[in-house]
C-alpha cells in the first residue's frame, strides 16, 4: 500500500480563511489544531530494534472519510512536525509499512475495526519472519465504541492495541459554516433510528457556547433536536459545578435575550431534517449546489476528470482525477458560489472581458512607473484568470445537463407540484418517461418522493403502478428493501387524505409566482431564487421563528415533531446564578409553539452572512487529549461590549439529519437582506443533495436465486 502523497501547498490546504466570520471560529479552529497536535505529541515514540535504526517517526493510519475533515485542522507538514513519518488510508488490504508505531483514527463503526484488525493481524503474523515488533495505538473519532472494542476483543487483538479517542466533533468547512461530517446522519437519526449521532452534536454545542458563551435563546423543533438539547445541558451542567446560566421555558415569544448577557450566539436555532423533507428533495439551482449535485463537493474540494478543464489525460497522476479547491480562498467562487445558474453564464462573460481588459493595460505602460504598477496588478490578474477558466469550464460541464430537455421537464414537473401540492397524470408521464430514459434511480426516486410529500401520498393505484415501472426497470435487488425504507421515513406512501402544503406554502410564502427582476449581479429580491420561485421552507420557517409571527405559530403546528423555546438566563452583573435544575425538554412547552405531529414536511433552517467583527468569546480550558470543556467564564469588557453593540446579533442555526447548499445560499441572503437583522452561522451534521440522500436509502438485497444451477 502506497502511502498518501504529501498534501498541496499551503496556500491550497483547503483550509478556508475564517477573517469575516460572524465568530471567532480562526479562535476555534486554533482551538482544535492544538488539540490534535497534543494527541499526537502524546503518542510514545517509535521503540529501538536490536540491529535496525528505529524508524523517524509514526505510521498514521487514517479512516478516509476523516483524511479531508482532519486536514482541515492541521496541514500535512504539522503532522510531520509532530512524530507522523507516513501517512496512509485504512484500506482492507494488508498494511506495508517499516515504521514500528502504527497510529490509527478512525470512525467508531464495526467494518473499520474489522479492517484494524486484519491489519493488525498480519502485522504480527509478520514478525515471525524478522520483521520487527510494532506498537499499535487507536483513536476513535469522535468517541470511543464498547461495540467496536468488542471487535477487536472477538478477533484477539485487543490487547496489543492501546486505545484513546479524539473527541473532534466539528470541522470548519467555511466562514459561516461547521459540520459533524457524519455522511449517514440522516439514514441512521430518521430510518435505523440510531441517535449516537445526536451525542456528538450536543458535544460540539456544548463545547460551542463553552467557547463563545451561552445562547440566551435556544429554539428547536423535532424529536431529535429536543434529545441534542437534553443531552447538551446534561453535558453543560456535568463540567460546570456552579452553572452560569439556567435553562427555563420562556412564556413569551423569547425575541430578546436576557440582560447582561456577554454570548457572541444570540440565539440557538435547532431542526430536524425529517420536519421539512420537501426542500432537499427538489433541484438545486444554485452554482454550488448543482456542483455538489453533479460531481460532489468534499471539505472544501471537487474531484473532476482532467477533460472537464481542458487538461491532459495523465494530468491527475494515478488517481485520474483532479483535485479542485471550492471555498472563500477564491475570490471568484465566493461571488459566484450563491447564483441562480441562470444568471452564471452573462456574469462570468463580463468578468472574462475585464480580465481581458486588465492584460490589455499592459499597452499602456510607457513609464517605469506605469510598468511597475502593472507588474503589481499582473499576479492578481493571473489567478483570476486560472480561477476564471475553471469556472467556465465547471460551466460548460453543468450546461451540458441543464440544457436536457429531461431537465427541464423534471423542473417543469416539480415547479407544478409545489404549486399545485398534488400529483397530477403528466407529474406520473414525466416519471415513467425518465424511467424508460435511464434516469438514475437516486434521482427519480427524489422526484416520486417529492410528489408524495407534497400531495400527501399518492394514490393507491398510482403508488402501485410506479414501483411496478420502477421494479421492473432497475431491479428486484435494488428495490425490495428500498420501499419499505422510504415508507418508513413517510417519504413515499398511499394518500392520507388533505394535504397540508398548501396552507403551509400560503401562511409562510414559499411559492412566488412571479419573481421580480434583477441586473445582473445586483441582489436577487427575493430568497426563492434558489430554487427558481420555491424559497426553502426550513429558512422561512426559522426567519419566521425569530419573532413568533403567527404565520410561524400556523405552520409549526402542521409540521411534525414537538417545538420548544428555552431561556439560558444570567444575572444582570453577568455572575452565576444557582437556580433549581432545568426541567425535562417534554415539559411546559411555550404555548405558542405546542404542536402535534401531522404530515411529513420541511422546516430547518442555517448559514450566515460572511463579514461581521468577531464577538468576545468566552474563556475556557480544554483538555488537550480528549477535548473535554473543564472550565468556563465568559469574557466582560468594554470593547466586547462595544463589539457586541456594533455587530449584528449572530444565530447559530442546527440542522439535524444534514443540509443543502441551497438552504445555506438561503440563509446568506438572508443575512444580507432581511429583519430582523441576524449573522447566520451554520452548524450541520453534513452537508448533501437530495440524490445522495437517496442514494444512502437504496438498501441492495442479494438474490439468493442466482447461486441456483
Same mark, same amino acid.
Not at 510494532?134 to 472494542?149: A, D, H, I, W
Not at 460541464?397 to 407544478?416: D, G, M, S
Not at 430554487?531 to 405552520?555: F, K, W
Not at 405546542?594 to 468569546?617: E, I, Y
Given at each position: ?23 471567532? +471560529? ?43 475533515? +482532519? ?42 475495526? $474489522? ?7 498480519? #502485522? ?14 487507536? %483513536? *476513535? ?23 484513546? $479517542? ?23 437519526? %430518521? ?6 449521532? +445526536? ?67 444570540? $440565539? ?8 421539512? #423533507? ?11 449546489? #448543482? ?29 485520474? #482525477? ?18 441562480? *445558474? ?107 418522493? +417529492? ?44 394518500? $392520507? ?66 417545538? %420548544? ?145
Amino acid at each position: 500500500m502506497a502511502p498518501i502523497p504529501p498534501g498541496p501547498a499551503p496556500k491550497s490546504t483547503g483550509m478556508p480563511r475564517l477573517e469575516g466570520s460572524a465568530l471567532d +471560529l480562526g479562535a476555534f479552529r486554533a482551538h482544535s489544531r492544538t488539540e490534535l497536535l497534543a494527541v499526537l505529541d502524546s503518542i510514545p515514540p517509535p521503540s529501538a530494534v536490536r540491529g535496525r535504526a528505529p524508524s523517524s517517526g509514526h505510521a498514521l493510519v487514517l479512516d478516509p472519510s476523516l483524511s479531508g475533515p +482532519l486536514g482541515l485542522v492541521a496541514e500535512v507538514k504539522e503532522f510531520k512536525e509532530h512524530g507522523i513519518d507516513k501517512i496512509y488510508h485504512l484500506l482492507p488490504d494488508p498494511l506495508a509499512t517499516d515504521c514500528t508505531s502504527i497510529v490509527y483514527f478512525i470512525r467508531p463503526q464495526l467494518h473499520l475495526a $474489522e479492517q484494524v484488525a486484519s491489519q493488525i493481524r498480519a #502485522l504480527e503474523k509478520s514478525r515471525g519472519r524478522g520483521e520487527p515488533q510494532r506498537t499499535y495505538t487507536l %483513536f *476513535f473519532v469522535p468517541r470511543r465504541s464498547m461495540l467496536c472494542e468488542k471487535v477487536l476483543e472477538d478477533e484477539g487483538v485487543y490487547g496489543l492495541i492501546t486505545v484513546r $479517542e479524539f473527541a473532534q466533533q466539528l470541522f470548519v468547512l467555511e466562514d459561516d459554516v461547521l459540520s459533524l461530517e457524519e455522511p449517514h446522519s440522516f439514514r441512521e437519526c %430518521f430510518l435505523h433510528q440510531d441517535r449516537s449521532v +445526536l451525542h456528538s452534536l450536543a458535544a460540539a454545542l456544548s463545547r460551542l457556547q463553552a467557547l463563545y458563551g451561552r445562547s440566551p435563546i435556544v429554539r428547536g423543533k423535532g424529536e431529535c433536536s429536543q434529545l441534542v438539547v437534553r443531552m447538551m445541558q446534561q453535558m453543560t451542567s456535568a463540567v460546570d459545578p456552579e452553572p452560569a446560566a439556567a435553562a427555563s421555558y420562556s412564556s413569551g415569544s423569547g425575541a430578546g435575550g436576557p440582560a447582561g448577557s456577554h454570548s457572541a450566539i444570540s $440565539e440557538l436555532i435547532l431542526i430536524d431534517r425529517d420536519v421539512d #423533507l420537501v426542500t432537499p428533495l427538489c433541484t438545486e439551482l444554485t452554482y454550488e449546489g #448543482l456542483i455538489h449535485t453533479l460531481f460532489g463537493i468534499s471539505h472544501g474540494y471537487v474531484d473532476l476528470e482532467p477533460h472537464m478543464l481542458g487538461l491532459d489525460k495523465n494530468a491527475g497522476g494515478g488517481n485520474k #482525477l483532479v483535485k479542485r479547491e471550492l471555498n472563500n480562498n477564491d475570490p471568484l467562487y465566493a461571488q459566484i458560489r450563491n447564483l441562480n *445558474f441562470g444568471e452564471l453564464g452573462p456574469l462570468l462573460n463580463r468578468l472574462a472581458r475585464d480580465v481581458s481588459s486588465g492584460y490589455e493595460e499592459r499597452h499602456q505602460a510607457q513609464t517605469v512607473s506605469q510598468i511597475r504598477d502593472y507588474m503589481k496588478k499582473l499576479n492578481k490578474l493571473q489567478q483570476e484568470h486560472k480561477s476564471l477558466a475553471t469556472h467556465v469550464a465547471l460551466a460548460e460541464q453543468i450546461q451540458q445537463v441543464t440544457r436536457e430537455e429531461a431537465f427541464h421537464k423534471r423542473l417543469e414537473c416539480e415547479q407544478e407540484a409545489l404549486g399545485s401540492g398534488a400529483c397530477s397524470a403528466e407529474a406520473e408521464a414525466v416519471v415513467e418517461d425518465l424511467a424508460a430514459s435511464s434516469e438514475s434511480l437516486p434521482s427519480l426516486l427524489r422526484l416520486i418522493c +417529492l410528489l408524495s410529500v407534497l400531495s400527501n401520498g399518492l394514490k393507491p393505484k398510482t403508488l402501485a403502478h410506479l414501483q411496478a415501472e420502477l421494479t421492473h426497470a432497475y431491479g428486484f435487488d435494488r428495490l425490495a428493501l428500498t420501499w419499505p425504507a422510504l415508507a418508513r421515513l413517510g417519504l413515499l406512501k398511499r394518500n $392520507e387524505g388533505r394535504s397540508s402544503w398548501p396552507t403551509l406554502k400560503k401562511a409562510l410564502r414559499l411559492v412566488v409566482d412571479n419573481m421580480p427582476e434583477h441586473d445582473l449581479g445586483e441582489e436577487p429580491p427575493d430568497l426563492a431564487y434558489v430554487y427558481a420561485g420555491y424559497a426553502p421552507l426550513s429558512v422561512r420557517l426559522m426567519h419566521a421563528m425569530l419573532t413568533m409571527t403567527p404565520a410561524a405559530e400556523e405552520a409549526l403546528k402542521l409540521l411534525p415533531g414537538p417545538s %420548544f423555546a428555552i431561556t439560558q438566563r444570567r444575572e444582570p452583573n453577568g455572575s452565576p446564578r444557582h437556580p433549581p435544575p432545568a426541567a425535562p425538554l417534554s415539559c411546559t412547552l411555550h404555548p405558542a409553539l405546542s404542536s402535534a405531529p401531522t404530515s411529513a414536511n420541511p422546516a430547518a433552517a442555517g448559514a450566515s452572512a460572511a463579514s461581521a467583527a468577531p464577538a468576545a468569546a468566552a474563556a475556557a480550558s480544554v483538555s488537550p487529549t480528549d477535548g473535554s470543556v473543564t472550565s468556563l467564564g465568559a469574557t466582560d469588557g468594554a470593547a466586547g461590549a462595544a463589539g457586541a453593540a456594533a455587530a449584528a446579533p449572530v444565530a447559530l442555526v442546527c440542522f439535524v439529519g444534514g443540509c443543502t447548499f441551497a438552504e445555506i445560499a438561503s440563509l446568506r441572503w438572508l443575512g444580507r437582506n432581511a429583519t430582523p437583522a441576524r449573522e447566520y452561522v451554520v452548524l450541520t451534521t453534513h452537508i448533501f443533495s437530495g440524490d445522495t440522500m437517496m442514494e444512502g436509502l437504496v438498501a441492495a438485497c442479494e438474490n439468493g436465486l442466482e447461486k441456483l444451477d
